[in-house]
């Protein structure tokens, strides 16, 4: 199907872009989520402007003392590029192997998985997972905003942006161990349900994707690892009481009744204890 029809705007500074998403129109990266649902008349935004050719939204990662910025430009593919992902941030280098094909990664960004807030996508999870900060830039205003990832994400593809614009995530760097995992019905599919965990001494956070509107925290099962180490996971039993009595209210997808993802989402997370309990040093 074709899109509705809409305007485009191509502007080379941030300030222009503020001008128009002031105006109502809706930001462009990508296009691998937004284009896809336009066509599919999921959305009919009246106005589109494209931040491909905006320099000051960066492309490439920025290592900092105690953050990596993940700027509103950077590609999948060149998340994935990086060796320093991987070693600091396995989890977010497991979840972004696993998303799309090589041309949704080569195109697609990581912000922009993050702004369409669906409670699958990747990185939203494993970025959940890790702590992370929006940083948003709203048109008018001399500052900018820092919000929680957890709060940046207001509903099913709803956010807190209005008419900001996203110019960076930021993830915190901790020593931290933690990993991601999903069940996806074939490869390059959205996940039904993913997991991903990450520990640190003193404290986890769990986070489930495909059981709600939003990302879900297990916050019992985070409070029960943050006391124990690392080489330490949950029992059978604790793994079963998680998900009693949890509200569910999943992604309106026809492939998997709430039931069938409270179990993915059991055996998901089990996986990935054990995967890091079994790296983790025993004493
Ligand atoms: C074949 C295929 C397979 C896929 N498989 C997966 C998968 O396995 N897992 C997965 O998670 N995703 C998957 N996706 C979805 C897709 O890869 C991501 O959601 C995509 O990367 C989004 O980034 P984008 O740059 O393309 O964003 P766009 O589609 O351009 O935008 C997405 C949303 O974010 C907003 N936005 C983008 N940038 C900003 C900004 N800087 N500030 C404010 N708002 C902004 C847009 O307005 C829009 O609402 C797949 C897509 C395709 C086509």
Known sequence: MRPSPFSYARPATLAEALQETARGAVPLAGGQSLIAAMRQRETSPAALVDLQHVDELAAELHWREHSLA???RVTHATLLRDERVAATFPWLAQAVRALGDVQVRQRGTTVGNVCWADPRANMLVALSASDAVVVLQAPGQSGLQRIPIADFITGFRQTAAGTGIVLAIEVPRAAAVGAYLEFSRQRQDLALVNVCVVRQ????????GGLGERPVRLSHAETLLGARPLSAG??????DGLFDGLALDPPPDIYAPPRYRQQLARELLARTLKTLTEAAPHG
């Open 70 to 72: 993940i700027g509103a």
């Open 201 to 208: 001494v003193g404290s986890a956070r769990i986070v489930v």
């Open 234 to 239: 949950l029992s059978a039993n604790e793994l």
